[in-house]
């Protein structure tokens, strides 16, 4: 059974810090991986979506990068803003279909 | 473009009683997802569909839980009847297929008292 593995559950730092957030998987036969993040009491916004002949995917001032080999990604936040502040999923797929999830990182960004 | 539509937002209902998800994916979307989502944890897979077939509902309770995707579009998911550890939130997801990125709704939360 696939897992996917997200550290730190938790993290806070001050506003302007460049951060980076983890998730690991079991499957190295994944098709894609996708960042999302979720405020509280919404549903998920999809942030990045980096397929597996890909290294990696940039958008604004979000970076992710997927290493197949080793099972891992990254998601790098830079100039962290405190509305950052949300719980970061990612969500792995062994068939191209549905994703399969960590638990999430909690961040506050404060100012 | 519209997002994936849910409703209700929020249900309360008593363990035993029947309830209903409703879901609009995204126009032009063949798959539709539902996932399970319990407070402090990631989104669990319990049915998807590929226009009006199911693919996977390995992971659906089957004795309590159904669920249908009438003429590949809209789809809702039945809990009947409903116990103490069914509360979560109810996310809906849909995509263009495969290898494709996928979009969520706002979800349902669902409280069984």
């Known amino acids: 059974k696939q897992e996917v593995t997200q550290i730190p559950a938790a993290l806070s730092v001050p506003e302007g810090e460049n951060l980076v957030l983890n998730c690991s998987f079991t499957d190295s036969a994944i098709y894609n991986l996708q960042w999302f993040r979720q405020d509280p009491g919404k549903g998920l916004t999809s942030l990045l979506l980096i397929q597996s002949s890909q290294r990696e995917q940039t958008s604004g001032r979000l970076n992710a990068s997927l290493d197949k080999s080793s099972g891992r990604s990254t998601l790098y936040i830079a100039a962290s803003q405190p509305g950052d502040s949300a719980t970061y999923l990612c969500?792995?797929?062994?068939?191209?279909?549905?994703?399969?999830f960590g638990k999430g990182t909690s961040l506050l960004v404060t100012p | 473009e519209a997002g994936v539509a849910q409703s209700p937002r929020y249900k309360i209902i008593e363990k035993r009683q029947s309830v209903a998800f409703w879901c609009n994916p995204i126009?032009?979307?063949?798959?539709l997802y539902w996932y399970q989502q319990i407070l402090g944890q990631g989104p669990k897979l319990l049915i998807q569909?590929?226009?009006?077939?199911?693919?996977?509902d390995s992971q659906l309770p089957k004795d309590r839980f159904s669920a249908e995707r009438l003429k590949g579009v809209d789809s809702t998911l039945k809990i009947q009847p409903a116990k103490l550890e069914d509360s979560a939130v109810y996310l809906c997801?849909?995509?263009?297929?495969?290898?494709?990125?996928?979009?969520f709704g706002q979800g349902t939360r669902l409280t069984v008292v």
């Open positions: 569909f590929q226009n009006n077939g199911v693919v996977d």
């Open positions: 997801a849909s995509d263009r297929g495969l290898n494709t990125e996928a979009f």
């Open positions: 126009s032009g979307h063949a798959t």
């Open positions: 969500g792995d797929s062994n068939s191209g279909y549905a994703l399969n």
